[in-house]
């Protein structure tokens, strides 16, 4: 049986996907939505999902704001 990477997953704020960061990343990027998060860490396998690595990225991509 093949040893699992420390982490957790965490749910994103975007589309609700849940994905696997491993332990004491940074950053995250939903793979099914493509947007990038910033993570807190708790312990070693507890974390969530703080903030929008791009705050502008995020209001484009979740409330279709245009670049006018």
Known sequence: MAEEKPGAKVRCKGCAARFFVEQDQ?????????????????????????APVSWRDYQIKARRITNE
């Not at 940074?26 to 703080?50: E, H, L, N, V, Y």
């Open 26 to 50: 940074k950053q995250g990027t939903c793979p099914k939505c493509g947007q990038g998060w910033r993570i807190r860490w708790f312990d070693s396998s507890s974390a969530m999902i703080t």
